[in-house]
């Protein structure tokens, strides 16, 4: 069974960063893409950043610039780097096996301003 862990939200002053993780287990972490997405109160889940299996990533419009999405194939981990943060970035962050139905289930971060 899939279980996608995330950790490393919490309250964080407007400018300042954090890191996320998530630990994957019971898949092959290697070879699947993961992502990062988000959902604030009252609004819809929306896209933060992709990573393929090989690395490469893609940024969706909310965040780029401000964001870095990585991955650790040894430690089956993928972060999230969230860099220069502001008050409308408070929100659930949630970590995806990308194009399934396997969600962690979610770490709250919130930007104090």
């Known amino acids: 069974q899939v279980q996608l862990v995330e950790s490393g939200g919490g309250l964080v002053q407007a400018g300042g960063s954090l890191r996320l993780s998530c630990a994957a287990s019971?898949?092959?972490?290697?070879?699947?893409?993961m992502g990062w997405y988000r959902q604030a109160p009252g609004k819809q889940r929306e896209l933060v950043a992709t990573i393929t299996s090989g690395g490469s990533p893609n940024y969706g419009d909310s965040m780029k610039g401000r964001v870095t999405i990585s991955r650790d194939n040894s430690k089956n981990t993928v972060y999230l780097q969230m860099n220069s943060l502001k008050p409308e970035d408070t929100a659930v962050y949630y970590c995806n096996q990308h194009g399934t139905r396997y969600w962690g289930q979610g770490t709250q971060v919130t930007v104090s301003s």
């Open positions: 019971g898949t092959i972490f290697s070879i699947n893409a």
